[in-house]
């Protein structure tokens, strides 16, 4: 009778993401924002739970409870009204993004609130978790069935709250029509706070009950807000009934399966992804969303904000004359710091892969750690087990990144922007769930070791191989936004059409722009790999790797190669000279998390952007980006028409 | 009579049941300007973009210089020589303007993406030619003190000149404008006229507007449409008093006035 187990556990958790789902669902509708913070939401509210548990012996289980929940509700409530109302009119893609600088920050600030209170027990849950019932021969926790009641009930109250109430019919004459809705009478305001409150209490509820069955950290839900993504995804991130039903179905198949016996299981973990990439590229929200509705809230389709002054990029020997100043430098300092210096241009190079992906291509991808652990896994291969020498490796595992990751870009070419930057996590998921784990291609997941050629054992003469490496690779970059490449793939991110109309193929760019992208990606990855000498494909984990470089390069500025350079200065470097107090990794979350809000909601181009207005400002008489140019009579241009025939040009 | 620049043939286009072309036929010659008029939902863009290739004809063909193009993509079309513009004048928005006129070369050169990140000589060679192709373009249309503006930066009318020059850069067989008129101050529109006929340099030319009068002006005939179908075509004073285009604009259709069509 131990499927009987299996199917209450499954279908337990299946309501658990439903319950989440349905908190995305809810403010996607109302704001038009893919909420990435909100399993950190739950996660906060479930630390003040079990604190407020551990204090006050007293205090009964649901006193706790309304006390999570009133937590989930105003930090919600406190991020839609001080970051995502003042971002109304931004792209998807854009608060998409944002929302991952929110659940950095609020990671960040937990770890420092209970690095110093210590992590409280989870003793006192809900409901008991020893002691269980018996069902047909199995037992099962009181908790577990307490998961399907609550997780359905709630869900099924929020469909009754969207379909059939006032409230709701408001919600939803928001999201398709702000305007009109506004004009109408509609108290924009008070209904996004609201839904933004709902949402974050069911995150909470969700937190409270589920994360007794695991473990208490910032990144609890994290995995399970992924499925719940994928969840959200089946009625396209609109529709509640498709999230009950895919909840309910994702999370009865993943446990039936992981019962599965010996060869099968292993695949549980990596259903909900492969079902993301399925679902995506079926379009299956389209059962349960009318076209109208989805485009409605879909909104923009503008992936990036472009920033307001002209980027700088530097020229090739710009870039050969300032790395061979930090050449200079790594051999004057210790051996720590070459080591160190060395970490920062990895994540600067990883950096790059964005420029040349979103800065310049205008795709969001964010997967560029899972490209790395490619490069690293593969330098693993070639060396450790076909023998090949370090002068090989480097080259060929970077190169070879390049067709694996190229599935990517075929599934890019075909999406939407929002849906890519969930189909780049998802895929992100399903290479760390199958590839990662594979015996051949990355030692199962067990460390993997790798040895630096003779000439290269000291971290010295390591870390100035690596600023060559990465040298080249940045001058390469800067001279490409100089040629016709560069031009073109701007041409192709600006405007797909007018591109075509100027005789640019807009596929051909988009998927270099990924090739190229996932060769820096992969040879950061080789770096990285000869660098640590030891390492586990853990180590390029989507929350752990991608967001980080995605972070740093944002801060510093997309668009321009200093960018990822400033970002990872900022981030990996800084970060080691700081380090003597003990919660670095947590200030670094926050400042991380408080800069992409901060550089999204205000000038898309970071650190860069500003050096260059100021840069621009010091220049007397250069073109400054602040300067609005005036409008321009045409009589006073055809006067400069000479009489020539363009014939001549 | 030489063998038309372009050949429009029998060509059908709907939306959804809604006949947006209904079996049309053009020809242009070389070096002529033929306009089309006709009110909102004549299919004056819809044919712009069976010609371009951003729509694709349900049945029917279409020849550039006698060769089929049915079915290319636009960037295929483009590098045939058909170059159009758009209704927006959009462009590209974060680019400079010298960037755009440098990517109008794009087609030109044949510098790939290795040789232009290692610096060799070829891609140098050819950037070279380019910057001096637009030094070139500029002593045709002064946009000197923008170079280094974003395109997003200017004016609509300096965005509408950018992107004739962008176009004139080419040097196209066949030039397609999609309303170069609409949007520009009155004042404006005589210039822009004059700034056609400098810069297309001899190419064969369709231009679609709802300005009846500049398009009249500028073409050496016109072909009125209405409904999917042309209903007129030949010198300009013969269309305008045609009782067929008379009745499309004043008769049971929906009124029509100057501005845009969507």
Same mark, same amino acid.
């Given at each position: 009778?131990?499927?009987i187990?299996?199917?209450?556990f499954g279908?337990g958790i299946?309501?658990? @993401?439903?319950?989440l789902?349905a908190g995305?669902?809810l403010?996607?509708r109302?704001?038009?924002v893919l909420?990435?913070?909100h399993?950190s939401?739950?996660?906060?509210a ?7 548990l551990?204090?006050?012996e ?7 409870l309304?006390?999570a929940?009133a937590t989930g509700a105003?930090t919600a409530?406190v991020v839609q009204r001080?970051v995502f109302?003042?971002?109304?009119e931004a792209?998807?893609?854009?608060k998409?993004l944002v929302s @991952?600088?929110?659940?950095g ?5 937990i770890?420092?609130v ?5 992590t ?11 002691r269980?019932?018996n069902i047909a021969g199995?037992?099962?926790p ?11 009930a709630?869900?099924?109250a929020l469909?009754?709250?969207m379909?059939r109430?006032?409230f709701?019919?408001?919600?939803r004459?928001l ?8 004009l ?8 996004e706070?609201?839904t933004w409150?709902?949402?974050g209490?069911t995150?909470a509820l ?10 208490l950290?910032?990144?609890s839900?994290?995995g ?6 994928a ?5 396209g991130?609109v529709?509640?009934?498709a999230?009950l039903v895919?909840g309910?179905g994702?999370?009865t198949?993943?446990?039936l399966i992981?019962?599965a ?7 549980s973990?990596a259903l909900a992804t492969?079902?993301?990439v399925?679902?995506?590229?079926t379009?299956?929200?389209?059962f349960f969303v009318?076209?109208?509705e989805?485009?409605?809230i879909q909104g923009?389709?503008?992936s990036f904000?472009?920033g ?5 990029v530097g020229t090739?020997?710009?870039?050969l004359?300032?790395f061979?100043v930090v050449?200079?430098a790594?051999s004057l ?5 070459? @080591?160190?210096?060395?970490r ?8 790059l892969s964005l420029v040349?992906?979103?800065g310049?291509?205008g795709?969001v991808?964010? /997967? ?6 490619v490069g ?9 087990r076909l023998g ?6 480097l080259?060929?595992a ?7 990751c190229?599935l990517?870009? @075929? ?6 922007p ?6 780049t ?10 590839l990662?784990r594979?015996?051949w ?10 040895a630096?050629?003779?000439f290269?054992?000291?971290d010295?003469?390591?870390a100035l191989?690596?600023v ?5 690779l940045f ?7 100089r040629?016709?490449t560069?031009?073109?793939?701007? /041409?192709?991110?600006d ?11 807009p ?7 990924f090739?190229?992208s996932?060769?820096y990606?992969?040879?950061?990855g080789v770096l990285f790999a ?6 586990s494909?853990a180590?390029?984990g ?9 972070g ?13 350079a400033?970002?990872?200065?900022g981030?990996v470097f800084l970060?080691?000279v700081?380090r003597s ?5 947590d200030?670094?979350a926050?400042g991380?998390?408080v800069?992409l809000v ?5 000038d ?10 100021l840069a621009?400002?010091?220049r ?5 980006g602040?300067?609005?140019?005036g409008v321009v ?5 055809a006067?400069a028409v000479?009489t ?5 040009v | ?7 429009v043939?029998?060509?059908?286009v709907?939306?959804g *049941? ?5 079996? +049309? ?11 089309i008029?006709?009110p909102n939902?004549? *299919? ?5 973009n069976v010609v371009?290739?951003?729509v694709?004809?349900?049945?029917g ?9 049915t079915?290319?993509?636009p ?7 058909i170059?159009r513009s758009f209704?927006?004048?959009?462009l590209?928005?974060?680019?400079t +303007? ?8 794009h087609?030109r050169?044949?510098s790939?993406?290795?040789?232009e990140?290692?610096?060799a ?9 380019a910057?001096?192709a637009?030094d ?5 249309v002064?946009?000197h003190?923008?170079l280094?503006?974003?395109v997003?930066?200017l004016s609509f009318?300096?965005t509408?000149a950018?992107?004739?020059a ?5 040097r ?5 404008l999609?309303e170069?008129?609409? *949007?520009l101050?009155?004042s ?12 297309r340099?001899g190419?064969a030319?369709v231009?679609i507007d ?9 073409s050496?005939?016109?072909?009125a449409?209405?409904?999917g179908?042309v209903v007129?075509? *030949?010198r300009?004073?013969?269309?305008l008093a045609?009782?067929a +285009?008379i ?6 259709a929906?009124? +029509? ?6």
């Open positions: 009778m131990i499927w187990q299996y199917l209450v279908v299946g309501a658990m @993401f439903s319950l789902a995305i669902v403010v996607y109302a704001s038009g909420n990435f913070a399993a939401t739950g996660v906060l479930t630390y003040v739970n079990f604190e407020l551990e204090r006050y007293w205090m009964p289980v649901w006193v706790a309304l006390g929940l105003l409530v001080l109302a003042p971002l109304r792209s998807q893609v854009t998409l @991952f600088g929110v659940a920050a609020i990671q960040g600030v770890g420092l209970w690095s110093r209170l210590g409280p027990a989870l003793e006192k849950s809900l409901f008991p978790i020893q269980s019932v199995a037992r099962v009181y908790q577990r069935i307490a998961l399907i009641v609550f997780g359905i709630v869900t099924v469909t009754w709250l379909q109430t006032s709701g019919i408001q919600v004459a999201a398709q029509n702000r305007l009109a809705a506004r109408a009478g509609i108290n924009e305001a008070r209904i706070a609201s409150a709902l949402a209490a995150a969700a937190g409270v009950m589920l994360i007794p069955f695991g473990v950290n910032p990144l839900l994290m399970v807000q992924l499925k719940a993504l969840v959200a995804l089946v009625g991130f529709s509640l009934p999230a895919g309910l994702l999370g198949a993943q446990e992981a019962g016996p010996a060869p099968f299981n292993g695949l973990g492969a079902l993301v399925v679902l995506l590229l379009k299956v929200e389209r009318s076209e109208q989805a485009r409605a923009e389709a503008r904000g472009a307001r002054g002209s980027v700088m090739g020997r710009g870039w004359a300032g061979a050449a200079l790594v300092v210790s051996g720590f710091w070459a @080591f160190v210096t060395a920062t241009l990895v994540y600067a190079l990883l950096g040349v992906l979103t310049w291509s795709q991808s964010l /997967m560029p750690g899972t490209f790395a652990g690293a896994c593969l330098s693993w291969v070639l060396s450790e090949y020498p370090f002068g090989l490796v080259p060929l970077a190169l070879a990144t390049v067709p694996l190229a990517a870009g @075929f599934v890019a070419l075909r999406l939407r929002l849906y890519l930057a969930v189909a996590i998802a895929l992100a998921g399903l290479f760390e769930e199958t990662f594979q015996d291609f990355a030692n199962g997941g067990r460390p993997m070791t790798v630096r050629p003779g290269l054992e000291g010295h003469a390591f191989a690596t060559a490496v990465v040298a080249l001058a390469f970059t800067a001279l490409l936004a040629s016709r560069g031009r073109a793939l701007w /041409m192709v991110r405007n797909p059409q007018a591109a075509a109309a100027a005789g640019v193929n596929l051909k760019y988009r998927l270099a722009a090739g190229l996932a060769f990606a992969g040879m950061a000869y660098l640590l000498e030891t390492f494909s180590a390029f989507f929350l752990i790797l991608s967001l980080a470089a995605f740093l390069a944002v801060v510093g500025g997309i668009r321009s190669p200093l960018g990822p400033i970002g990872a200065f981030f970060t080691e700081f107090s003990g919660t670095v990794s200030w670094s926050v991380l998390g800069g901060v550089v999204l909601a205000r898309p181009d970071g650190v860069t952007g500003l050096l260059s207005r621009g400002r010091w007397v008489g250069g073109p400054a602040d300067e609005e140019v009579d045409l009589d006073e241009l006067s000479r020539q025939e363009a014939a001549h | 009579m030489s063998r038309p620049v372009l050949s043939r029998n060509v059908r709907s939306f *049941g809604l006949a947006a072309l209904d079996d +049309v036929s053009i020809d242009v010659v070389p070096g002529e300007v033929v306009g008029i006709g939902g004549a *299919g004056k863009s819809t044919l712009l371009s290739g951003f694709e004809p349900q049945s063909e279409v020849r550039l210089e006698g060769r089929e193009i079915g290319l993509l960037y295929r079309r483009a590098r045939l020589g170059a209704q927006d004048a959009r590209f928005p974060a680019m +303007v010298r960037e755009t006129l440098l990517g109008a070369f087609e050169f044949t790939g993406m290795f040789s990140g290692l610096g000589p070829l891609a140098r060679e050819q950037e070279d030619a910057q001096g637009i070139a373009l500029l002593h045709l002064d946009l003190p923008y280094d503006h974003r997003s930066d009318g300096t509408r950018l992107e004739m962008a176009l004139a850069a080419r196209p067989r066949l030039l397609l999609d170069p008129a609409s *949007g101050q009155q404006e529109v005589a210039v822009m006229g004059d700034l056609i006929h400098r810069l340099g190419a030319t231009v709802h300005d009846v009068p500049f398009v009249a002006a500028l050496d005939r016109l072909v449409m209405d409904l179908r007129a075509v *030949g300009p004073d013969e269309v045609a009782p +285009v009745d499309s604009y004043l008769g049971g929906a009124p +029509v006035a100057a501005g845009g069509e969507r």
